[in-house]
């Protein structure tokens, strides 16, 4: 049966399963729409921008465990896409991404909306391709998902040239897929299993650290059960909320920049660490000497060995599918006689429970101004922690990590790595098309709204009713914050003068806005806008501009060395 | 520490573009970088010299596998090892100069390929090392030009890189 190169890509999306592909349309992808319009089991979705298309696809991929699908144009399409691109690449989010590209033997002319989208993308791509002839489209197709979601996940760009997507072939779709290069491990080795829980059995000050790959990998319950079994303290990092119930009594809470005092102390003082799906980055550890300066022993669970020593010495590397892995040492532990010294253990308990009572996540509310902490603690009140927490990235990321409390994975979407202001409205987006039923916020700021608001329209081109709770500072907090403790109190820039009235612009994309300025209405304008379940509500929080996060640990410094809200 | 390490990687456009881009996108230092297909048409054999601590080393090594079109990596200077490294220098070859570089080129186990009125083109391999000594031992300034490959290593005895 011979079929067109748009045709094969519509067929191999299907093949994949692929429900929903969010994209826009443009001359290089012509062809590939025109096959769009001629089916139903790929929905598509239209976006307003390329980087929310890519975003979108993103927090569908983050809230399930499917790969996220984005399609655009050659040229101005594909360079829109690669803020998108490098946010799930940071981040290891598993998706395919589609792009057109100019006529083969127009390729190099500077034809008119052309790119180098192999090279444009190259260093934030798991892997991509150039496809030249249609005969090859179908395999790199399967070869592009297989990439996207085994291994260490991440995106993956496939560039299909328009006479491409025009040529008719012979069309198979191969069942199966081996890339002699590419052989990711799964399991972890024994032997290195084995010392791990014999370090783990001795441990005086245990400290469990769980990153992203927790999530990815589906591991959150292994690792609850290992946690819990031995009675460790556990950590997340911000990527990891929601790989460890963040109610439970062993869970200390995110660590890192903005993490609780008990997490980042246990965290330094601790004499053997287990990181599991965790890289040990700038923001988690802070600066690298100081916290090579207790001694300890570390056993790192990764995927990707290259994570591995990468910016801390490891003593037990295991390398292989967290899941697995921790699968895997369950069963060696269970068989074990020993078991962790419950003496020594109270000890450590003692000393976290210590720095715990210093409640590092206190704030003083107020009853002038709406605290932005406590919109985020009445919005986990009002969806009982249940809903989908997609974030822009600033203050309100921090707020919205510290005061909702996950409790299941891959209910907390946010940009991580790259730390990208726009992703969460696309995100939600995704994230609400990939679980109609379920409720989704984007906690946001008047900063990064702005940067994707257009999606307001995608969302009622599909009636996609998410809650974007805007904490409305008036300024860009996280860099007023830095300024304020750093660069003299000289606000260089992170004020917003002539911010549009948000609820005006909400109605005027069809949905609901609300303005919420007092203190005592914010309960009651959650739980109303909760109640419209089938409308997008924008609410409008009008918080303190002055308030900071806390705790903080500044760039550059060691864990223990952070700012507390108590200490000013 | 100075490294010699040697990959095999699909021999496919763009390959070579992700070998270079990790290590400018990473801050990895390039000393010499050549790279050409093996008896396999569909593999490229590279070798790269670089210079780093151990952990940037290890870290190299690490994110060299990672890439999708590498298929294999060892690095040479692990063990027993071999490099080679081809230099064509174009030199003013005149007079008594002419006996002089013959002589020179003769020392060195170099030969002359090339012959004009003023001029020799000399062909010679050997370590880096060697090529630069051969550079400083004759008169500077007959040198008019030199190319030289980069280096390209290869195990000792059993130390084979094959798929």
């Keep these: 049966m011979e079929l067109t190169g748009a045709e094969i890509t519509i067929r191999c999306l299907q093949e994949e399963g692929v429900e929903h592909v969010f994209g826009y349309p443009g001359g290089a992808v012509l062809f590939i729409y025109d096959e769009l319009f001629k089916q139903d089991k790929v929905k598509h979705v239209l976006v307003r921008h390329e980087q929310a298309a890519v975003h979108a696809a993103d927090g569908y991929s983050r809230s399930t465990d499917k790969v996220g699908v984005a399609l655009v144009t050659s040229g101005p399409g594909v360079t829109n896409a690669v803020t998108g691109i490098a946010t799930a690449y940071m981040d290891s989010i598993p998706m395919v991404v589609i792009s057109g590209q100019v006529p083969t033997s127009y390729i190099g002319e500077d034809a008119f909306q052309e790119v180098d989208a192999v090279g444009v993308t190259r260093p934030c791509v798991k892997h991509n391709f150039l496809v030249k002839d249609a005969k090859d489209l179908a395999v790199t197709l399967k070869k592009a998902f297989y990439l996207a979601k085994s291994g260490r996940p991440g995106p993956v760009l496939v560039d299909i040239p328009k006479d491409v997507s025009n040529q008719k072939v012979a069309f198979s779709y191969p069942e199966t897929i081996s890339i002699r290069s590419y052989n990711p491990v799964t399991h972890g080795d024994a032997g290195q299993i084995k010392k791990a829980v014999q370090l783990l059995l001795e441990a005086k000050r245990p400290m469990v650290y769980g990153g992203g790959g927790v999530i990815l990998s589906d591991a959150a319950k292994p690792l609850t059960e290992l946690v819990r079994l031995l009675g460790f303290p556990c950590t997340n990092t911000l990527m990891g909320l929601g790989g460890y119930p963040a109610n439970d009594k062993q869970f200390l809470g995110m660590l890192g920049m903005h993490g609780t005092l008990e997490a980042n102390m246990a965290m330094q003082e601790c004499d053997v660490l287990l990181a599991v799906g965790a890289r040990f980055d700038d923001r988690v550890i802070g600066n690298v000497a100081h916290f090579n300066s207790v001694p300890r022993k570390i056993i790192h669970i990764d995927i990707d060995p290259a994570s591995i020593s990468k910016r801390v010495k490891v003593d037990v590397p295991i390398v292989g599918d967290v899941r697995q892995v921790l699968t895997d040492l369950l069963t060696v532990l269970h068989s074990s006689k020993q078991k962790p010294d419950a003496a020594v253990l109270a000890t450590w308990w003692q000393q976290i429970e210590a720095w715990r009572s210093r409640k590092s996540l206190t704030y003083r509310n107020s009853d002038e101004v709406i605290k932005p902490q406590y919109v985020i603690e009445k919005l986990y009140a009002i969806t009982r922690g249940e809903a989908f927490v997609t974030s822009d990235v600033g203050q309100h990321q921090m707020w919205a990590a510290q005061y909702y409390k996950f409790d299941q994975p891959r209910r907390w979407i946010n940009s991580g790595g790259l730390g990208t202001m726009g992703f969460g409205l696309p995100a939600a987006m995704g994230v609400q098309l990939a679980h109609p039923d379920a409720t989704v916020a984007c906690v946001t700021g008047e900063g990064s709204i702005q940067m994707n608001i257009q999606e307001l329209s995608t969302c009622k081109q599909y009636n996609v009713p998410v809650k974007v709770i805007a904490l409305n500072n008036r300024y860009l907090g996280m860099v007023r914050q830095w300024q304020e403790f750093f660069h003299g109190n000289r606000y260089s820039h992170s004020y917003m003068d002539a911010l549009p009235d948000f609820v005006k612009l909400a109605e005027a994309y069809g949905h609901v806005g609300m303005h919420v300025e007092k203190p005592s209405d914010v309960e009651g304008a959650l739980r109303e806008a909760f109640k419209l379940k089938d409308r997008l509500v924008f609410m409008d929080f009008q918080t303190d501009p002055t308030e900071n996060v806390y705790p903080m640990v500044p760039g550059g410094r060691g864990l223990s060395e952070v700012i507390l809200a108590e200490d000013l | ?163």
């Excluded at chain 2, 230092?29 to 080393?57: C, F, K, Q, W």
């Design chain 2, 1 to 163: 520490m100075r490294h010699i390490i040697s990959l095999l990687m699909e021999n496919e456009a763009g390959a070579l573009s992700r070998v270079a881009g990790l290590f400018s996108a990473r801050g990895y230092n390039i000393e010499s970088l050549t790279v050409a297909p093996t008896e396999d048409p569909t593999l490229s054999r590279m070798t790269i010299v670089t210079r780093g601590s151990d952990e940037v080393i290890e870290q190299i090594n690490k994110q060299l596998n990672k890439l999708v079109d590498v298929v294999a990596v060892m690095d040479l200077s692990d063990g027993g090892h071999l490099e080679r490294e081809l230099m064509l220098v174009k030199v003013r070859a005149m007079g008594q100069n002419r006996e002089e570089l013959k002589r020179m080129t003769d020392i060195f186990r170099g030969r002359i390929i090339d012959v004009s009125a003023q001029t020799y083109t000399l062909e010679l391999t050997g370590t880096g090392s060697k090529l630069d000594s051969f550079l400083q031992a004759i008169d500077h300034d007959l040198i008019l030009e030199t190319v030289r490959t980069g280096a390209s290593g290869i195990g000792r005895g059993d130390r084979i890189l094959k798929l």
